[in-house]
């Protein structure tokens, strides 16, 4: 038999390539596809859990959801640290020491939030489960390749890779302190009850011009207080606060 040609070889070597990125396309509509399921499946399964009529208690609800497989959960606050993209972030956090992180307690979960802190600031170190929500990607591979294997390919589960099933992270974080957010977003006042002292001090003063106490109709009046923009109403002998909201655009002056 003759060996192939010269022009035959190309030919060859092109569809070897053509079905090459055909496999690779497959594999990827099947992510996507597996995905799409995955979403239909939970969607159906919670219109069907609401649909229900007769209310069950809460274990035996936790119970149904454990054997359903959908357990929902509700976060309890939102990290964020000194790392803002994921490119970079050390593997580990010892390999960084002086990195920091903020961890913001949701005020909605409890009446008093803060009374789930009591107690906290006698331990060093803290336990955090957290879910990986900015992966952007809801399909997983069950074997992937590690940065440092060299290009070795090895399951999932062995692996700190955040693409996994359940997307969730347990990390032992040290803990410097605890501090109530009062600050409410003021660069320099230090909590709403000093915000809310300043405004009083600024209306009782009556900060209005002349000209606009003796000739004008219109009563409102508008100031800048740190952060914030005020609405206020001047009535006869009082003031009173219409709106307070974040600046627009805040204007350094040197």
């Given at each position: 038999m003759e060996p192939p040609c010269d022009c035959c070889s190309e030919h060859i070597q092109k569809l070897n390539q053509q079905v090459s990125v055909m496999r690779k396309e497959i594999k990827n509509l099947r992510?996507?596809?597996?995905?799409?399921?995955?979403?239909?499946?939970?969607q159906e399964e919670k219109a069907?859990?609401?649909?229900?009529?007769?209310?069950?208690?809460?274990q035996t609800t936790l119970e149904q959801a454990s054997i359903s497989g959908i357990i929902q959960t509700t976060p309890i606050g939102f990290i964020s640290s000194c790392f803002a993209m994921k490119n970079?972030?050390?593997r580990q956090p010892t390999v960084c020491?002086?990195?920091?992180?903020?961890?913001r307690i949701q005020?909605?979960?409890?009446n008093n939030p803060q009374h789930a802190l009591l107690g906290l600031q006698h331990f060093s170190y803290v336990w955090i489960i957290f879910l990986f929500h900015k992966n952007g990607q809801l399909s997983c591979k069950a074997k992937v390749k590690p940065p440092r294997l060299n290009g070795q390919r090895v399951g999932v589960y062995?692996?700190?890779?955040p693409h996994r099933p359940n997307a969730l992270?347990?990390?032992?974080?040290?803990?410097?302190?605890?501090?109530?957010d009062d600050r409410a977003g003021f660069q320099f006042l230090r909590s709403t009850d000093e915000a809310a002292s300043a405004i009083?001090?600024?209306?009782?003063?009556?900060?209005?011009s002349v000209y606009r106490r003796t000739r004008c109709k219109d009563r409102l009046f508008f100031f800048t207080l740190d952060t914030a923009d005020v609405t206020c109403w001047f009535g006869e002998d009082f003031a009173e606060v219409l709106q307070v909201r974040p600046v627009q655009s805040h204007m350094k002056s040197y």
């Open positions: 992510y996507v596809v597996t995905a799409v399921s995955r979403m239909s499946c939970c069907t859990a609401t649909a229900a009529a007769s209310p069950a208690s809460p970079g972030t050390p020491g002086p990195s920091r992180a903020e961890l005020q909605n979960i409890f062995s692996t700190r890779s992270g347990l990390t032992l974080a040290r803990l410097d302190k605890i501090e109530s009083r001090g600024i209306l009782s003063a009556d900060p209005r």
